[in-house]
């Protein structure tokens, strides 16, 4: 009897491995490793699905040529026709020395004898920074170097990320619903730098970001750097930016020269989003963008976190500070004697007018959103007026007393 249920055992697991090569669904086969990134870290792997069927890949493995670990694809995570799913994580792989990626169905642990092989690679080191493996044509082509285009085809640059619900095939459960497929935030496209504080006044330097989608975004792993191949050492941040939105990443330590520089904005593969370069700072002021459809800063007052002020209008203080100047050295005119007037009568003439002929109100550029704001001087314009009709009136005294004094000594 024992015999007979031992070869009774034998016979139902070749029986069952025989059917299971003709049962096992095709879209094993048709789930391939389309790219891989080692480095930077978290290394990420991006799976395409070549067949005709949308390939449930719940529960399935990455790994590389040995060790103990190993990553688990998460439940209900579906791969539609023709698109693709990317993985961000510790995969393990080598940089410096060779290696192997490797791709399992569910039906055990890398480290199990039993387990499905799927689909693998072997290389020799690293191809660098931000530089990925990858297959041309996508899913059936050799592999080779490029940089890197996770989420994207490799030869259309199109996004290969289906996220919408379809039908679940037979080997989904009905009561789930696929989740999206991770995202890797150096997708992420309208975020702009909006405004950076690179001279703080008893504060430290910051620099405002705004979302411009409509939605919310969370960036991982994203870095503010200065000039490129110089200067300070990339400050690495991530942070969940509201729709339409702005977000304020506080630098601990100074990035920024005050007598100018450059600020750039990267993504985790350190793939340039934004930047912008300046000549000069002023000290408790910042630079803020004026809109979104340009690359134009100016000199704003802080407005962290909320709309950008408007622009600071430094000729303008300049001439009001003329102008007082000037007030002064006409009260102090009118004040001497008339003797004195005929002495130093010519050297005022010279006195500057362009600021009373100037009009007394300023239009500036709208500045991401905000409404145009009129600034005017109506108190000066008073005292321009009252001291410019006083200097006439003198003059005009002045005069008459002139041709008095002639017409008695008969001149």
Not at 22 to 42: G, K, Q
Not at 164 to 183: A, R
Not at 333 to 343: D, G
């Amino acid at each position: 009897m024992f015999l007979l249920n031992k070869l009774f055992s034998i016979f139902k697991y070749i029986l069952f491995s025989i059917l299971s090569l003709f049962l096992v669904p095709s879209v094993f086969a048709d789930v391939r490793i389309n790219e891989f990134l080692i480095e930077p870290e978290p290394q990420a792997i991006e799976l395409i699905n070549t067949g005709s069927e949308s390939a449930d890949i719940s529960g399935w493995y990455i790994d590389d040529s040995g060790g103990t670990t190993y990553f688990t694809i998460p439940d209900n995570t579906l791969i539609f026709p023709n698109y693709c799913a990317v993985f961000s994580a510790n995969l393990n792989l080598n940089k410096v020395s060779s290696d192997t990626i490797q791709l399992f169905d569910k039906t055990a642990p890398p480290t199990s004898p039993s387990a499905i092989l799927i689909d693998s690679y072997s290389y020799n080191k690293s191809p660098g920074l931000g530089i990925s493996f990858l297959r041309l044509p996508d899913g059936f082509g050799e592999y080779s170097t490029a940089s890197a285009s996770l989420g994207l085809f490799n030869e259309k640059s199109l996004n290969c990320i289906k996220t919408q619900e379809l039908t679940p095939t037979e080997t989904i459960t009905p009561t789930n619903t696929p989740t999206p497929t991770p995202t890797l935030s150096f997708l992420i496209e309208n975020i702009y730098i909006s405004e950076v504080m690179v001279s703080p006044d008893n504060e430290d330097e910051w620099i405002e970001l705004y979302n411009n989608n409509d939605f919310d975004v969370e960036i991982n792993n994203w870095y503010i750097d200065d000039i490129e191949n110089g200067g300070s050492v990339p400050k690495k941040f991530s942070k969940k930016i509201p729709k339409k939105g702005y977000e304020v990443i506080e630098l601990t330590a100074s990035v920024f020269n005050n007598s100018g520089d450059t600020v750039r904005l990267l993504d985790e593969l350190h793939n340039l989003k934004d930047s912008f370069t300046y000549s000069s700072s002023k000290k408790g002021k910042t630079l803020g963008r004026i809109s979104f459809e340009d690359n134009i800063f100016c000199l704003q007052n802080p407005s962290k976190n909320y709309l950008n002020d408007n622009c600071i209008d430094e000729e303008n203080e300049t001439n009001d500070t003329e102008s007082e100047n000037d007030l002064d050295s006409i009260t102090t005119y009118l004040k001497t004697t008339n003797t004195q007037k005929s002495q130093t009568s010519k050297n005022y003439l010279n006195i500057k007018t362009k600021n009373y002929l100037a009009i007394s109100t300023f239009d500036k550029p709208e500045v991401l959103g905000t409404t145009t704001i009129i600034k005017s001087s109506n108190n000066k314009e008073k005292l321009l007026a009252k001291s410019l009709s006083l200097t006439s009136l003198s003059y005009s005294l002045l005069t008459l007393l002139t041709i008095s004094l002639k017409i008695k000594l008969g001149v």
